[in-house]
């Protein structure tokens, strides 16, 4: 008869019931017994019958020891036909616990999920209860990215030299404790696997490894899709021009002509707007521009930037920054107000600046990236891009000697429906107004 016993820290293992989550279970068993093996927990007692299983948990320390009495002699002739000899083998699977994803920048859910708006930062951290390293994080869902700046030292909020978008790289995602923001509302998994750092002399001798996940909600704004209109390109009075995309009404009051005209309305939503503030919005526009004039003296001012898109004047186009429309309920429960605003690209028909020479011929063609970009409420935030649409215009005027008036040639002016929740917008240089 051979009796296990299992000890923990040197005291003996408290019996259970069965053998699960506690300090152990000493079954015992008679070696010599034929019969299958036996198995506990999902393990085999291999070819032979079982002495005994333990699960265990850290406390009340780390050290465990399994003995067998009477101890069982080994003979190197022995087989398992001669009825001679015997063997003992201790096997051991480790695991630690409770080891868990910990996020800040989140707020919770009455449910206990995490929940995070668009735009605010996150930073998680693996809890466990030995130390940690060797982190291998992946943030799936959301679109989540590490920075994205609007200018740069030294630059006027409404004049930023640059638009910088950079995504989380495999550096970021082996740090002890990542940081991003998601750019588009999901819901998110974040998971780690690590190694734990075992403590010297204690089993095993290697560092533990562990994998976890978590999951995050996305929340966006709400947000109306952009109701667009846009006019045509026309010559202007008085007969001298200008030539510009004009004849579009606004879509919130109908009325003021203009080139094309655009309506949004964003809020924040509640548990955010109420706990952390309602936070703002702008349109922010970029810009790929093709102008050339033609004077009486053959002269000629051609103004382009290169088939590249730049920034359309300020930040935002509008409202200029650092304002920007309000995302906060106007009451509770109620949206805030919309917005509306627009753009009407032109050539003015003058003389040339350097040799008086009046204009000829003057053709453009624009093409325009008009985005809606959200700053959600708190301290750490990023600006993330709800809606793009691209638009275009282009038109063609020659001066007509012999009836002394414009003639319009090759003109369009469209739209393209709008996309939720595209890439950030990115520029390197600003170009104002023709």
Excluded at 45 to 63: D, H, R
Excluded at 331 to 341: D, F, R
Excluded at 362 to 369: G, R
Excluded at 424 to 433: S, Y
């Amino acid at each position: 008869m051979a009796a296990w016993n299992a000890t923990w820290n040197g005291s003996a293992a408290a019996p259970q019931a069965k053998a699960d989550d506690g300090l152990g279970f000493p079954e015992q068993d008679t070696v010599t017994n034929a019969g299958p093996p036996e198995t506990e927990q999902g393990q085999s007692g291999g070819s032979g019958p079982v002495g005994a299983y333990y699960s265990v948990q850290q406390n009340p320390g780390w050290e465990f020891s399994v003995t067998c009495n009477p101890t069982v002699s080994l003979s190197a002739s022995s087989s398992a036909n001669s009825g001679g000899g015997g063997s003992v083998q201790v096997v051991y699977s480790a695991s630690a616990s409770p080891v868990t994803i910990g996020l800040t920048g989140v707020i919770t859910d009455s449910s206990g999920k995490s929940h995070v708006l668009v735009g605010q930062g996150v930073t998680a951290v693996l809890n466990a209860p030995l130390p940690s390293m060797g982190y291998s994080w992946s943030i799936q869902g959301g679109n989540p990215f590490k920075d994205y700046e609007v200018g740069k030292a030294g630059d006027a909020p409404s004049q930023p030299s640059q638009a910088v978008y950079t995504p989380l790289g495999a550096k970021d995602l082996a740090l002890p404790t990542p940081h991003w923001y998601y750019a588009k509302p999901d819901t998110s998994t974040i998971s780690c696997t690590a190694l734990l750092v075992v403590p010297l002399g204690a089993l095993p001798f290697f560092p533990l490894p562990v994998s976890v996940s978590t999951q995050c909600v996305v929340d966006g704004p709400m947000v109306a899709q952009p109701v667009i209109t846009i006019g045509t390109m026309q010559l202007m009075t008085p007969v001298n021009g200008p030539l510009e995309l004009w004849g579009a009404l606004d879509p919130i009051n109908h009325h003021q002509p203009f080139g094309t005209w655009w309506e949004e309305q964003v809020t924040t939503p509640d548990p955010y707007a109420t706990q952390q503030g309602g936070g703002g919005w702008n349109f922010t526009q970029l810009v790929n521009v093709s102008v050339s004039i033609t004077y009486q003296d053959n002269t000629t001012l051609n103004v382009t930037t290169n088939g590249a898109y730049w920034l359309d004047n300020t930040f935002g186009y509008a409202p200029e920054a650092p304002n920007t429309y309000s995302a906060a309920p106007v009451a509770p429960g109620k949206p805030a107000a919309p917005q509306e605003n627009g753009d009407a690209p032109e050539i003015i028909f003058g003389h040339s600046a350097q040799t008086g020479s009046p204009c000829v011929s003057a053709s453009l063609n624009d093409a325009f990236k008009t985005y809606v970009l959200y700053l959600p409420p708190g301290n750490d935030v990023k600006w993330v891009a709800l809606w793009m649409w691209t638009w275009s215009c282009r038109g063609q005027a020659d001066y007509d000697t012999l009836t002394g008036s414009w003639l319009l040639s090759n003109t369009n002016a469209q739209f393209q429906q709008p996309t939720a929740y595209p890439s950030q917008p990115t520029w390197n240089a600003i170009f104002g107004n023709h």
